[in-house]
DNA sequence: TATTAGCACTCTTGTATAGTTAGTGCTAAT
DNA sequence: ATTAGCACTAACTATACAAGAGTGCTAATA
C-alpha cells in the first residue's frame, strides 16, 4: 500500500488524536490542533480516501473516524516515531528492576514479580511466562534415597532450573536399585530435549535395569509424569483491573472476555510458543486470537540465553494503546530484566557445568 | 432476636424468592406464589415490621423488600432447611473428584485443580488456598552437594510436603562443611513450627559451625529466606467469570473489584488464617472484608490432617447465592477431597516418618 | 487543477414530559 | 387480628424536540 505524503501525515494525525483521546476525530479538529495547514474540506476529502483503504472507520455516518487494525498496523510499522524515555521514567524503571533482584532466586517468581512490575509501568494488562520447556535440555538427573519406598527426583535443566520432585513408591526401592537406575536415566536422558521424553523412551529403560527390572516399572511411568509435569510452563497475568477503567472495556463483556483469559492461559500458550525468536511480537486487533472483539493488541518480548528461552514478557491493552510509548518501556524494562537474569543463571550455570555434579550426601546410616 | 413463627415464614420466603428470582419481592407476589395463607395487606405489615428490626430492606419507597445481610444471617443460621444432593448431583461430584486423583500428586496442583472444579460445580467463583504454614512442622531437613558452589536445600514438613531448593554460594562450600551444616540446623529446626524460624535464630547457628562459621554466613541468610519461600501459602482464584452472568455484577465496578482480589490475595489470606478450625465458614456481605461493597457472601471449609491444616476450599458469589444448595456442595466436595489427599499422603507419611530417612546417595566422587 | 467555503443532511446526545407500572402505607371495614 | 380499598411514590418507558458534531456534496476560488 503506496500512501502518499498527505495521507500518512493524516492518517498518522488521526491515530495520535485517537489513542490520546479516545474519541473519533473530525476533520475540524485535526485542522484545529494539528499542523497540518489544510482546511477542514480537504482533511475531509483525504480521510475518505483513507476509509476507502481500509485504513480509517466510521463508527456512524456522521461522527468522526477511528482507526481500523490495518490503520493501527500502518500506522506502528511505519508512521509512529519512536519513543525516547526520559530520564524519569529511565529512572523509574530502573526502581523497578532493582526490586526483582532482591531475594527472589527462583526463576518463576522473578518472572511473576516482573508481570506485577510491568502492569503497573505501563498501566496496562501484563502477562509473563517461565521458559518454554520446547527449548529446554535436561543436563543431568539424581535421585535422593530417603528411604525403601521414597525419593527425590532432581532434573537440572540446560537454563540451569533445578526441579525437583519427591516420588512414592509403594515397591520397596533400595539403595543399589535407585543408583543403577539414575546411571540408566542418565545414559538415556542426559542432553536431549525435554519434550522428546516420551513414555515409550522411559519404559524402555526397563530391559536396561537387567535384574531389577520387575521392580521400577511402576516408578518408571512416575517419573514420566514428573518430567511432563516439570515441562509446564507457567503464565502469571496481572492488571487487568487497569483496562477496567478504560473506556474501551468500560462494559462487561469485555471484562468478562479478559477474566476467561485469565483462567484459561492455554490460548497465550499457544500465541508464546508460536514466536519463538527473540523479537518484540506486535499483534493488533484480530492479528491474535486471544481476545475476543478483536479491539485489544498484545505486545510481547522473549528473551533468551543463547538459545534457550528464558521467559517472556508482555501487555494487553486496547488497540488504542500508545504503542511507541508502550514498547520503549517494554523493550527497556525486559532488556534490564534479561540482563538480570542472565547474570544470576550465568554464575550457577557455569558453577555447575564444570562439575563434580551428581553427588549425594553421605552413604549409610547416620 | 426472637421471631415469631410468621415472622420466621415470611422472612424465609422473601429469602428464597429473592435467592431464586433476584428481584425485589412484593407483598402480592409472595400471597401469590408462597402459600402462606395470608392477605398482602397482613404480608405488607409483616414485612414492615422485619424492615424495623433490619431483616429486609428496601431499595426505594415503593419496591418491593430485598433481605439485608441479617436477613440472609437469620436465614442462613436458623431459617433456611439443608439441601439434599440429588444422586445425581452426588454423581456428578464424584465423577468430578475422581479426576482430582489421576496422576496428580502435587498437593498444589490438585488444590489448584480442585477449585477449578469447584467453580464449575457451583457456577460461581472459587477460591482455594495450600496449606498454610502456620500449623506446619519441619520434620527434616537435607543438604545435597552439587558442587563447591551449589547445593540443593530439601525441607521435609509435617504434612509430607517436601520443598526443595537450589542454592547457590559465593563462596566454596565443601562437602564437609555442608555435612555440618545439615547436623546443625536439623539440630536447632527439627520439629519446630516453621513459622518460629527467625533469622537470628538461623543467624545463631553460625556459632555452632565451629571453625566452617565463617564460611557459612552467607549460606545461613539464603536458607532463612528458603525457608521464609517456602512458608507462603498459595492461592487460586478461578471462575470470576461466572459471576459476571449475574445481575448484581453487571457493573464494571464490582467486576474491577473481583479482579483486584484475584491481583491481591493477601486480603483472602488473612482470612483463611482467622479461620484455623476445620469447619464450614460463611461471610455474610459486609461480614468480611475482602469484596468491596458488601454484596458478597464468602463461604469456604479447611480440611486437615489430625491438627495439621492441609488446605482450604470456598467460593465467593452474590450474598443472593443459594446458600443451602452451595453449602451441600461444598461439604460433600471438600470431603470427598480431603479424603483423596489424607489417603495419598497417609501412605507416603506412615512411610517417611518410621524410616531412617534423610541418607543422601552415595558418596564421594563416581 | 487542487483547495476551500458553504450548506444541507445525518446521526447521536441530552432533556423535558407524560403515561405506565409495581409496590407501598394508611385507613376503615370486617 | 385481618383484610379490602385507595391514595401515593418512585422507577421505568416512550416520545418528542432541540442541540451538537461531523460528514458529503457543490460551487466558488487561487
Known amino acids: 500500500m503506496e500512501l502518499n505524503d498527505r495521507k500518512r501525515q493524516i492518517l498518522k494525525a488521526v491515530v495520535d488524536s485517537y489513542i490520546e483521546r479516545c474519541e473519533p476525530v473530525g476533520s475540524k479538529y485535526l485542522a484545529d490542533y494539528y499542523k497540518l495547514d489544510l482546511s477542514p474540506a480537504t482533511i475531509r476529502n483525504t480521510m475518505s480516501e483513507l476509509e476507502q483503504l481500509g485504513l480509517l472507520e466510521h463508527p456512524y455516518t456522521s461522527a468522526g ?5 490495518l490503520g493501527y498496523r500502518v500506522y506502528v510499522d511505519s508512521l509512529m516515531q519512536s519513543y525516547r524515555l526520559s530520564s524519569r521514567e529511565i529512572r523509574e524503571i530502573n526502581e523497578i528492576n532493582e526490586n526483582l533482584n532482591i531475594k527472589i532466586t527462583r526463576l ?11 502492569s503497573a509501568l505501563t498501566s496496562l494488562m501484563s502477562v509473563s ?5 520446547s527449548s529446554v535440555n535436561i543436563v543431568k538427573i539424581d535421585l535422593v534415597f530417603f528411604d525403601l519406598n521414597n525419593f527425590l527426583l532432581v532434573i537440572v535443566t540446560s537454563v540451569n532450573i533445578v526441579k525437583t520432585k519427591h516420588i512414592y513408591s509403594r515397591t520397596d526401592i533400595g539403595e ?3 543408583e543403577h537406575l539414575k546411571k540408566v536415566l542418565n545414559g538415556s536422558l542426559a542432553d536431549i530435549d525435554i519434550n522428546s521424553v516420551s513414555l515409550p523412551l522411559i519404559l524402555g529403560m526397563e530391559t536396561m535395569m537387567g535384574s531389577y527390572s520387575g521392580i521400577v516399572s511402576p516408578v518408571l511411568k512416575v517419573i514420566y509424569e514428573a518430567i511432563r509435569e516439570i515441562n509446564e510452563a507457567e503464565i502469571y497475568i496481572d492488571g487487568a483491573a487497569n483496562l477496567f477503567d478504560m473506556p ?9 472476555s479478559l477474566v476467561n483469559l485469565m483462567d484459561n492461559k492455554d490460548k497465550l500458550l499457544n500465541v508464546f510458543s508460536q ?3 527473540e523479537r518484540l511480537n506486535i499483534y493488533i486487533g484480530e492479528e491474535n486470537s486471544i ?18 528461552i528464558l521467559g517472556a514478557i508482555g501487555v494487553i491493552g486496547p488497540k488504542r494503546m500508545d504503542y511507541s ?17 542472565k547474570q544470576e543463571l550465568d554464575e550457577k550455570y557455569a558453577a555447575i557445568d564444570d562439575s563434580k555434579f551428581m553427588q549425594g550426601g553421605k552413604s549409610g546410616n547416620e
Open 65 to 69: 473516524r477511528i482507526p481500523s487494525s
Open 108 to 118: 518463576d517468581k522473578i518472572i511473576e514479580r516482573a508481570g506485577k512490575l510491568m
Open 129 to 133: 511466562m517461565t521458559p518454554k520447556s
Open 176 to 178: 543399589d536399585v535407585l
Open 248 to 256: 474501551e472495556y468500560n462494559d462487561i463483556e469485555k471484562a468478562k
Open 275 to 277: 514466536s519463538p525468536e
Open 291 to 308: 481476545t475476543s472483539g478483536g479491539d485489544s493488541s498484545f505486545i510481547f518480548k522473549t528473551f533468551s540465553l543463547g538459545d534457550k
Open 325 to 341: 510509548k508502550i514498547i520503549a518501556k517494554l523493550e527497556y524494562f525486559s532488556g534490564n530484566m534479561a540482563d538480570i537474569i
